[in-house]
């Protein structure tokens, strides 16, 4: 019941964590050229010989725009819109991608809808020369926005290093390729497909998106989540089955103290016997299988008691269930049964170790001085329960295996299941 309840909880915590980590976990960061740390600014070709002319249009609380006039006179004339970072610049490895609603116009040589190049620009000590903007690395994307849904999600793995930079800046093999650690520019520029005219490149919106936590690491520690709740489960349920296993083994010792005992042998008598059974049962329940039951016979007690009397018969009788009780574990039942007849009962014990233990309790026998210097042995009989419904069966089949022992000699020890 326990791990039905762990395994329904974890079920909903990693439904409820994925669907979080998806749509409540992730950071946005607006770029107007307005906000803390933000600078608009347009440049064109004129900087490098051309006749380009670039104008900002960023109306108080709509949106920014660049209106451009691309005329012949640089190679690759351009004008460009540029958000500059002041400050700390802006570190992207915890975004994923880059949110924009553009609209661009303009004639292009190809006749195809006007195209807009998106840079992100990083520095670096290595390669970052201090009021250079050139040595900014451009990592760019290029697309026609009239061409695409809007707004348009561009993955920053999607940006690669532009070729022309990438040549004429020889880095080190560790530098080479995308560097999202240090943007201090995000530009809009016109393509290289551009024709002259009047160009007009216009930010609706733009924004950054991540995640506050990247969903392989939330997912990573969903999964170690489930491994320290199920580690966590299978030490308590460790330590519970512990519990009640030492519970029980107290308690089954204080059973044969509460059963019915023999007056003379001071072990449990056979009502005893039953009655610690049933309590048996029910403080170990099916922990309690495999149990063995042995049946021991005193060889040839009549003759002691004719030869010897009564009160050394009683002298055996009172040795023999010391004996036995001392040399079994504390958690075995022992009673007696009738006349000279000794029971065993051994909780989680398979007949081949109660076997074992028969057949060790017969050589003590062998050993131990009894009075007037009789030899007195022992014939046993053991069977196995396999659950609480075999216990009546077991005693029957454990009694009927000591009387095989008896006509097979005498002291040996004799099993159901031989």
């Known amino acids: 019941m326990v791990l039905r309840w762990l395994l329904a909880l974890l079920v909903v915590t990693t439904l409820l964590g994925l669907y979080a980590n998806e749509y409540w976990m992730t950071r946005h960061l607006v770029l107007d050229g307005r906000g803390a740390g933000q600078h608009l600014e347009v440049v064109d070709d004129r900087s490098s010989g051309g006749n380009s002319e670039a104008r900002l249009d960023a109306p108080a609380g709509g ?81 026609a926005p009239g061409a695409q849904p809007q707004p348009v999600e561009l993955r920053l793995s999607q940006f690669a290093v532009s070729s022309w930079w990438a040549q004429t800046h020889q880095l080190p093999v560790s530098l ?27 930010v609706d919106r733009a924004e950054l998106v991540g995640d506050w936590i990247a969903p392989e690491t939330f997912r990573l ?86 030869e010897h009397g009564h009160e050394v018969g009683d002298q055996v009788l009172v040795l023999l269930a010391r004996t036995l009780r001392a040399n079994l574990p504390r958690d075995d039942l022992l009673a007696r049964w009738g006349g000279e007849e000794f029971v065993i009962v051994m909780p989680q014990t398979p007949a ?19 009075p007037m210097g009789l030899k007195v042995t022992a014939s046993w009989g053991v069977a196995q329960a396999a659950a609480a419904a075999d ?14 022992a008896k006509h097979e000699g005498r002291d040996r020890v004799i099993s159901a299941s031989a």
Request: with cysteine.
């Open 63 to 143: 949106p920014v725009a660049m209106r451009c006039e691309i005329r012949l006179g640089y190679e690759w004339p351009y004008c460009e819109l540029q958000f500059e970072i002041k400050g700390q610049a802006l570190d992207l490895r915890n975004f994923s991608h880059i949110r924009l609603s553009l609209h661009a116009e303009g004639p292009s040589r190809d006749h195809d809808a006007a195209q807009v190049r998106v840079f992100l620009r990083n520095a670096n000590p290595v390669y970052t020369k201090p009021g250079n903007a050139e040595s900014l690395k451009p990592q760019e994307v290029t697309f």
């Open 176 to 202: 080479v390729g995308p560097e999202m650690d240090s943007i201090r520019v995000i530009s809009f520029s016109t393509s290289g497909q551009v024709a002259p005219g009047q160009h007009l490149i216009r």
């Open 221 to 306: 520690g969903l999964v170690g989540l489930w491994m320290f709740s199920l580690l966590g489960y299978l030490v308590w349920e460790s330590w519970t089955v512990h519990g009640r296993l030492r519970l029980s083994m107290k308690r089954s010792r204080a059973l044969e103290k509460m059963a019915l005992r023999d007056p003379l042998t001071r072990v449990a008598n056979r009502d005893g016997l039953n009655r610690a059974l049933e309590l048996l049962l029910q403080v170990q329940g099916d922990m309690g299988f495999p149990l063995s039951v042995v049946f021991v016979d005193a060889d040839h007690f009549k003759r002691v008691n004719d």
């Open 352 to 370: 081949e170790e109660a076997v074992a233990v028969a057949e060790r309790l017969r050589q003590v026998l062998a050993r131990t001085e009894w």
């Open 391 to 404: 216990v009546e069966a077991a005693l029957r089949e454990a009694d009927q295996a000591m009387y095989r």
